[in-house]
């Protein structure tokens, strides 16, 4: 038996495939199904069927594009209440694939139709456990997402409750040597803490991990519950997407209008624009927001972008603009791009230039909003309004606009699209600190 994971560093998610005896099974696969074709082809193998842990809120599954376009046969619980063909395994149930035996562990917390797999190798010793959003390497995921979404709803009390069950009564028997494969890893909005190693043990999860140390329910209850991250536009909508399966990629991808730089853009639709801010800066549409394709674009355009709104797609060149309209697809949200284009011809705004020294020498000249999460230290200028990037579209205009506005974040990145929303929102003048502010940050002793 052969496992590899395979780890988006966008989304933060993992998937896998399983082979055995010529046949692979793939669990939670992203919406590109290329590298899993690929894989499947080195192992001369045939991937005959997928196991869903749960109808993911953070990425869209290509689960019904192999359904569609392989006939692999696509497992679940049977409470997901899925629009497509599919074969429900109970908790308990076992399905084999090659030699290998697939079974299903019922394991709510995450969500109320979450199922674990553990896998068999062909001697019949439990090998693997892929945990989906339920058990994480060092954490357990949230409970919060299922209360408005989805065909199964949950209070997040009680997917809470039902998260100690899954932890004590599912995950604690196993034996120790097992590996723990699970669907995240650091970065990702569907836990809280979240280590950086991408793979465990069950023996280290007992150990290691705070759920397992914590045997009063209620107290995990509270923990679990307390200071979890912020929930973007795009997580309820993606259940539902997952729910009914996404249409293949290529063809989905193909359907995105390609418009030219001439083309009029209609001023109402709200433009994404991917450049880096030094380009952003010097010339773009007015009002255009400046999410720039980086490392996390996929979760930023769903974090400020709305699933019922449509947009303009803007990137640098060709490359890059068929790139990003692919991380949007990674979400489900190129079927709101109104068009993609390379940048129009006639891009008449600019942000000002930005005076750091005279910043530093005067910063009570300045209202300062701070764009991080209130997880993330305390203010670094006195007086500071404390607005988190993916609640600034919403409170914009709780900004305080007498003295020009100078913006930051941790690193740069956030800054510069909440400094272009402000820019669209605001009569005033805007700056954005960008990278300088590590400049202000606290040193370590």
């Given at each position: 038996?052969?496992?590899?994971q395979?780890?988006?560093?966008?989304?933060?998610?993992?998937?896998y495939?399983?082979?055995?005896n010529?046949?692979?099974a793939?669990v939670?696969?992203?919406?590109?199904t290329?590298?899993?074709?690929k894989?499947?082809?080195?192992n001369n193998?045939k991937i005959?069927a997928?196991?869903?842990?749960h109808?993911?809120?953070?990425?869209v599954?290509s689960?019904r594009?192999?359904?569609?376009?392989?006939g692999?046969?696509?497992?679940?619980?049977?409470d997901?209440?899925?629009?497509?063909p599919?074969?429900?395994?109970?908790?308990?149930?076992?399905?084999?694939i090659?030699g290998?035996?697939?079974?299903?562990?019922y394991?709510?917390?995450?969500?109320?139709d979450?199922s674990?797999?553990?896998?068999?190798?062909e001697?019949?010793?439990?090998?693997?456990?892929?945990?989906?959003?339920?058990?994480?390497v060092?954490?357990?995921?949230r409970?919060?997402?299922?209360e408005?979404?989805?065909?199964?709803k949950?209070?997040?009390?009680?997917?809470a409750?039902?998260?100690?069950?899954?932890?004590?009564?599912?995950?604690?028997?196993?034996?120790?040597d097992?590996l723990?494969?699970?669907?995240h890893?650091?970065?990702?909005?569907?836990?809280?803490?979240?280590?950086?190693?991408?793979y465990?043990?069950i023996?280290k999860?007992?150990?290691?991990?705070?759920?397992?140390?914590?045997?009063?329910?209620?107290?995990?209850?509270?923990?679990?519950?307390?200071?979890?991250?912020?929930v973007?536009?795009?997580?309820?909508y993606d259940?539902e997407?997952?729910?009914?399966g996404?249409?293949?990629?290529?063809?989905?991808?193909?359907?995105?209008p390609?418009?030219?730089?001439?083309?009029?853009?209609?001023?109402?639709?709200?433009?994404?624009d991917t450049?880096?801010?030094?380009?952003?800066?010097?010339s773009?549409v007015?009002?255009?927001?400046?999410i720039?394709?980086?490392?996390?674009f996929e979760?930023?355009?769903?974090?400020?972008?709305?699933p019922?709104?449509?947009?303009?797609?803007?990137?640098?060149?060709?490359q890059?603009?068929?790139e990003?309209?692919?991380?949007a697809?990674?979400?489900g949200y190129?079927?709101q791009?109104?068009?993609?284009?390379l940048?129009?011809q006639?891009?008449?705004?600019?942000?000002?230039?930005f005076?750091?020294?005279?910043?530093?020498?005067?910063?009570?000249?300045?209202?300062?909003?701070?764009?991080?999460?209130?997880?993330?230290?305390e203010?670094?200028?006195?007086?500071?309004?404390?607005?988190?990037?993916?609640?600034l579209?919403?409170?914009a205009?709780?900004?305080?606009?007498?003295?020009p506005?100078?913006?930051?974040?941790?690193g740069?990145?956030?800054s510069?699209?909440?400094?272009?929303?402000?820019?669209?929102?605001?009569?005033?003048k805007?700056?954005?600190?960008?990278?300088?502010v590590?400049?202000f940050?606290?040193?370590?002793?």
């Open positions: 038996m052969k496992v590899k395979f780890f988006d560093e966008g989304l933060a998610h993992a998937s495939a399983i082979i055995s010529g046949e692979a793939l939670d696969p992203a919406r590109n290329k590298p899993y074709l894989y499947a082809e080195e193998a005959v997928v196991f869903e842990t109808p993911h809120a953070d990425f599954s689960h594009e192999l359904h569609d376009t392989l692999a046969t696509i497992f679940i619980n049977a997901m209440g899925a629009d497509y599919h074969q429900v395994l109970e908790d308990g149930e076992e399905v084999k090659g290998a035996t697939v079974k299903a562990l394991s709510p917390g995450h969500s109320p979450h674990a797999y553990l896998v068999l190798d001697t019949g010793k439990a090998h693997s456990v892929y945990t989906g959003d339920s058990l994480f060092g954490d357990v995921g409970p919060d997402l299922r408005g979404a989805g065909k199964t949950a209070q997040r009390k009680d997917l409750s039902k998260m100690f069950h899954t932890i004590h009564e599912v995950y604690k028997p196993l034996d120790n097992i723990v494969y699970p669907a890893g650091a970065g990702s909005l569907c836990g809280k803490n979240m280590s950086s190693e991408r465990s043990t023996g999860e007992k150990e290691e991990n705070w759920a397992f140390k914590m045997e009063e329910e209620a107290d995990f209850v509270k923990a679990l519950l307390d200071d979890q991250p912020f973007p536009h795009y997580f309820p259940v997407v997952n729910r009914k996404a249409k293949p990629l290529e063809e989905s991808i193909q359907a995105v390609r418009l030219k730089t001439s083309d009029t853009l209609d001023k109402n639709v709200l433009l994404i450049r880096p801010q030094k380009e952003f800066k010097q773009h007015e009002g255009a927001f400046n720039m394709n980086g490392e996390k979760t930023w355009l769903g974090s400020l972008v709305k019922e709104e449509s947009y303009y797609l803007i990137a640098a060149n060709e890059e603009l068929d990003v309209i692919r991380k697809a990674k979400i190129e079927t791009i109104r068009g993609a284009l940048p129009p006639s891009m008449d705004a600019q942000s000002p230039e005076d750091l020294a005279y910043f530093k020498d005067h910063p009570d000249q300045y209202n300062v909003v701070d764009l991080r999460s209130p997880s993330e230290g203010n670094l200028f006195e007086g500071a309004q404390r607005i988190p990037l993916n609640e579209r919403e409170n205009q709780e900004v305080k606009t007498d003295k506005i100078v913006v930051h974040c941790a740069g990145y956030r510069a699209a909440g400094s272009s929303i402000l820019e669209s929102a605001l009569d005033a805007v700056y954005d600190l960008s990278e300088a590590d400049e940050m606290p040193q370590e002793a």
